[in-house]
């Protein structure tokens, strides 16, 4: 996590104040270490504009249906079986459980089939990335880490462009400046579109 901070803000992070026991009751196992810290630093949001990472338990404030993780879980595991994922890795689609999501499309998610929450890598769906399936042998701060500091694997792990300017906005913070006017990522007033002649 520290290497993270090092590249993405903590500004307009929040604590998500996250019963933990609460989300392994719920999900039947814990979450990595990493999730755990980035909830603690961070919480929910959007990095970057473009990705949004996930609740881990239902909250009917932050999502129209309260599901967070959940739907996105689901829309991963019909994804890969609709468009074949077992041909490309050989799993389970009940191993795999979303975390994160692009403006592209693309899912981000674990893939708990390693012994143990620490050691479960990151399994990309990208909606138009190459390979459609990839596995990346680290966690999910490691990752975004590498999502917001090489070039290179941004384009093999993202259907959009990141924005140079690396940030952080919590689902609290984008709702407050979304209710005053405000641009939710930017927190500046709306581009003005111009007026037809």
Sequence with gaps: MAALAKVLPTT???????????????????????????????????????????????????YSDGSGLWQETANARGTWEMLGGGAALDADPDSIVAWGVTSGADIYCWLTTADGPDRWPVLVYGRHTNPTFQVHPFGMAEFLRRLLTDDEFQEETISVVLPKEHSFVNWREQKRRLEAGLDPSTGEPWEQQPQEP
């Design 12 to 62: 307009h992070g929040v604590d998500e104040r996250i019963d933990w026991s609460t989300v392994e009751e719920i999900w039947g196992t814990r979450f990595p270490a990493d999730c755990v810290a980035f909830m603690e630093a961070y919480g929910a949001g959007s990095v970057s504009r473009e990705v949004g990472i996930l609740l881990p338990v239902p909250r009917s404030d932050a």
